[in-house]
């Protein structure tokens, strides 16, 4: 009777999605959608820093886009700190801020300022968040986005694109 020898395990033993960026994007963007903070954790633990941080979907959507418009701060605060792209646009031009401002969720605008997210990005219709966050009646982020323009003029929103 022969004992059973063990095996290493090889690379076509491991489950690939860990070394594959686009599985991996696919992933992050599920977890980040739903709110799964634990699952966004290990992620961000397990596959380090890379393009899939920065996965997008057939619109444009990236993980921090989604998450910070369902208002997901958790998430939204786990991708910035591991370098996801605060001002990427979607097909449409919105970044994570404006889709953070349209939904009034003012915890995730307050975090992607902090990142430096740009006030000043529009989206294709030439709309900004501040555009946006007036036209809604939003004031908390108005304010917000108000005083982030006042602090930085890196920030400030061009002119042809006020709601005054």
């Known amino acids: 009777m022969s004992t059973p020898q063990k095996t290493t ?12 960026p686009e599985a991996t994007g696919k992933k992050l963007f599920d977890a980040a959608v739903n709110g799964r903070g634990k699952v966004v954790r290990e ?20 993980p921090l886009y989604m998450a910070s418009y369902g208002g997901k701060h958790e998430c939204v605060k786990m991708l910035l700190e591991h370098g996801a792209g605060v001002d990427l646009q979607t097909a449409s031009g919105r970044t994570a801020l404006i889709a953070a401002a349209l939904d009034e969720k003012p915890e995730c605008v307050k975090l992607l300022l902090e990142y430096g997210a740009s006030v000043s990005a529009v989206d294709a219709k030439g709309k900004s968040a501040l555009d946006h966050a007036r036209a809604k009646g939003f004031t908390a982020i108005v304010s917000m986005l108000e005083l982030s323009v006042q602090r930085s003029p890196k920030n400030s929103v061009p002119r042809g694109n006020r709601c005054d």
């Not at 395990?9 to 594959?20: C, G, L, M």
């Not at 992620?43 to 997008?56: M, S």
């Open 9 to 20: 395990p090889t690379n076509s033993d491991r489950d690939e999605t860990a070394f594959d």
């Open 43 to 62: 992620i961000l633990a397990a596959a380090g820093r890379g393009p899939y941080i920065d996965y997008k979907n057939s619109f444009g959507q990236t």
